[in-house]
């Protein structure tokens, strides 16, 4: 599978490896290249200096051929934007965005853009936690 | 009518000071409290603090009942954002969000929001319209000496066009630094080919401008 991940923070490089280290196509995206250093000696893809709201960007990243796109940069309106340009631009078939805002991950979910919230999920889990323990 | 402005930076500022002299209902939305405060102080208690892009606080600012909603913050995704969360969450009639890159124009349509204003564009248009052949422009004038940096458009009838760096003859003392193509910016080798409407960055020195537009445009 080829992978658009915009943002080089320490979940996109965590997710590059991941997949890196499954054998799949990764192509990562950053606007600053300090940001690059997160990313594991092993790791075969490739590690491009661009914007990911940009859409002559996302094409040099090889958005065209790719088979799913990840937004994970710090921010929100960020990810949304380059979510969109994925989906709606380049009709790439998977394309996910995390956002923070619960809120804005009820609108874009509704506008078709496959939203997590990190917020939400781990609230969740730290109360699962707690509950259990309480037992 | 009611007008919801979301960014109380300068445009922001001069914006909803004139609608407010049309005699307009406005509510600035900003993050900074400082902006914040001197909008309040200038223009009386019309500001709003917060995120534009947040439900909540498009919820708070009465988003509903608003004729004309305008995004003019500095970056493009928020403009965005909030435009969106405005049309599909509240139904605001009319939208208007502010670009920096151009390209965005485009883009923003298919997504939805269909008035832009690109103050890039328009200044753009602006210089091609005073300056509508004029092959050179000028950048940077460097204080410390003669030299320049310029900006060359190479026209298809060009007799660069396809010819590699090496080939050129440029004038001594003038070095091409950047090449703008539609696919991107490029840093040119002697190896890199010219291509019509091509854009050129380039060092020169003002006693030479003229030799190098003479190789660049071929007049």
Partial sequence: ??????????????????????????????????????????????????????????????IEEADAFVAVTQGDNRNV???????????????????????????????????????????????????KTGE | MYIIVVGGGRLGYYLSKGLLSEGHEVLVIEKDPVKVERIEEELGSICMQGDGCEGAVLEEAGSERAGLFVAVTDEDEDNLVSCQVAKHKFN????????????????????????????????LEHIGQEVPTHPLIHLLELKEGKHEIVEVKISPDSPVVGKQLKELSLPPGSLL??????????????????????RVIAVTSADREQALRTELSGS
């Fill in chain 2, 92 to 123: 605001v009639p009319r939208i208007i969000a502010r670009i920096s890159n151009p390209k965005n124009e485009a883009l923003f349509k298919k997504l939805g929001i269909d008035v832009t204003v690109s103050a890039t564009n328009l200044i």
């Fill in chain 1, 81 to 131: 934007m380059g979510a969109q340009i994925a989906k709606h631009i380049f009709n790439v078939p998977r394309v996910l965005c995390r956002i923070y805002d619960p809120l804005r991950e009820q609108l874009y979910q509704s506008l078709g853009v496959e939203a997590i919230s990190p917020t939400t999920i781990f609230a969740q889990i730290l109360k699962g936690k707690l509950t």
């Fill in chain 2, 177 to 198: 630094i950047l090449i703008i193509k539609d696919r991107g910016i490029t840093v040119p080798t002697q190896d890199t080919t010219l291509e019509a409407e091509d």
């Fill in chain 1, 1 to 62: 599978m080829k992978v658009v991940i915009m943002g080089c923070g320490r979940v996109g490089a965590e997710l590059a490896a991941l997949l890196d280290s499954e054998g799949h196509q990764v192509t990562v995206l950053d606007i600053d290249s300090g940001s690059f250093r997160r990313l594991v000696p092993t790791f075969k893809g490739t590690a491009l200096l661009g914007d990911g709201t940009d859409e002559d960007s996302q094409r040099k990243a090889g």
